[in-house]
T-cell receptor, first 113, second 116 residues
Framework: KNQVEQSPQSLIILEGKNCTLQ??????????LRWYKQDTGRGPVSLTI?????NTKSNGRYTATLDADTKQSSLHITASQLSDSASYIC????????????FGPGTSLSVIP | DADVTQTPRNRITKTGKRIMLECSQT?????MYWYRQDPGLGLRLIYY???????NKGEISDGYSVSRQAQAKFSLSLESAIPNQTALYFC???????????????FGPGTRLTVL
């Protein structure tokens, strides 16, 4: 069964601290993996994309890693800011005739002063 | 101006009523999608359309119907709303063919629907 799991479900950290969010997937055939950020009351917005051959990708203070062998990805946030408070969604795409995607349930991150 | 817009943003209705949620986009994308989001669950695909003449069911299409009126407009209807359709609904668009943006979907702001 094609599935995407994320941990933790929620996380509270102090402003300025780092954190790492996890994503495990059982999706085949794998095409690519994206991390989306969803602010409260808004639609998700793409942060990074990684294909099978890529194992790391950065976007400012966000760094995503991918281990295609173990089917795991992580999103590391450095020097967190209050504006990082959001839900982070891991999305895996299948290599099929159309762009089928599987969404994870998301990790809710709260950054507090 | 927002690239993907949804109306209404919030709607409260009663069981059995017919509801239409509308989505418009100015991105010029051919592909459009409707999702619902429930607490603790990932976004689930209701319907998708790859062009004006193409409509496809997603994983949870029962109880919903769609209309693709133009490249820029994709509407979702609940013919007879029921309480378990209470959720956050998102419209999204995408454009294939560009490797760097492959599968990136651009989401609207969402419609919060409550069925009493």
């Amino acid at each position: 069964k094609n599935q995407v799991e994320q941990s933790p479900q929620s996380l509270i950290i102090l402003e300025g601290k780092n954190c790492t969010l996890q994503c495990n997937y059982t999706v085949s055939p794998f095409s690519n993996l994206r991390w989306y950020k969803q602010d409260t009351g808004r639609g998700p917005v793409s942060l990074t994309i990684m294909t099978f051959s890529e194992n790391t990708k950065s976007n400012g203070r966000y760094t995503a890693t991918l281990d295609a062998d173990t089917k795991q990805s992580s999103l590391h946030i450095t020097a967190s800011q209050l504006s990082d408070s959001a839900s982070y969604i891991c999305v895996v795409s299948l290599r099929t005739s159309y762009d089928k995607v599987i969404f994870g349930p998301g990790t809710s991150l709260s950054v507090i002063p | 101006d927002a690239d993907v817009t949804q109306t209404p943003r919030n709607r409260i209705t009663k069981t059995g009523k017919r509801i239409m949620l509308e989505c418009s986009q100015t991105k010029g994308h051919d592909r459009m999608y409707w999702y619902r989001q429930d607490p603790g669950l990932g976004l689930r695909l209701i319907y998708y359309s790859f062009d004006v003449k193409d409509i496809n069911k997603g994983e949870i299409s029962d109880g919903y119907s769609v209309s693709r009126q133009a490249q820029a407009k994709f509407s979702l209807s609940l013919e007879s709303a029921i309480p378990n359709q209470t959720a956050l609904y998102f419209c999204a668009t995408s454009e294939p063919g560009q490797v760097s943006s492959y599968n990136e979907q651009f989401f609207g702001p969402g419609t919060r629907l409550t069925v009493l």
